[in-house]
């Protein structure tokens, strides 16, 4: 894996947010991102409100935008989101996790700090230029961001589903050019 640990956490948890906004909306109550909070390991300020919820909703195009730039308008996303949020990199360990980088405090607001953390992540993307982990689902009928932490840069679909769709599809397409 070419990035540290909550590098990965972060983006991860980025394009889990984006995809959440593709039909069928997985992000569309309280407990949705109650779930979406405890299985991305977030610490933290959480406060369970419609408000909190419609904050992390209004990221996802934001995200979208910043996960699928090219590296130059990357930069500049990152830096005018960790300029809003008046980011200062802080050493910290918690829980279970040894010294990572927090850059706002845990009692900014939820959508504050994925904000944050995903900057903060995308700065060791572009820094490494790793962009190319990042990309489009390769099904022709899918929009779904795709995250590439294989050795061999292999993953292009953005779930099993379209992964399995399209192998099958690959399948039928081999059997009916063997019966011609």
Known sequence: MPFNH??????QSAVVLANSALEPDTLSTTADL????QHHDYTGRHDRTRAELDEVRAL?????ELLTADRDRAVDLVNAMLLEARALPQLVRHDDWDWHLHAVTPDAPLAV?????TAMAMVD?????ELSRL??????ECDGLVLDLSRNRSKRFCSVGCGNRNAVAAYRARQAAGAE
């Open 6 to 11: 909550d590098t990965e956490m972060a983006l």
């Open 34 to 37: 109650d779930e979406f909070y």
């Open 60 to 64: 996802r195009p934001k995200l979208r």
């Open 113 to 117: 700090r994925i904000t944050v953390e």
């Open 125 to 129: 993307v572009i820094r490494a230029d």
């Open 135 to 140: 990309g489009v689902c390769a099904d022709d």
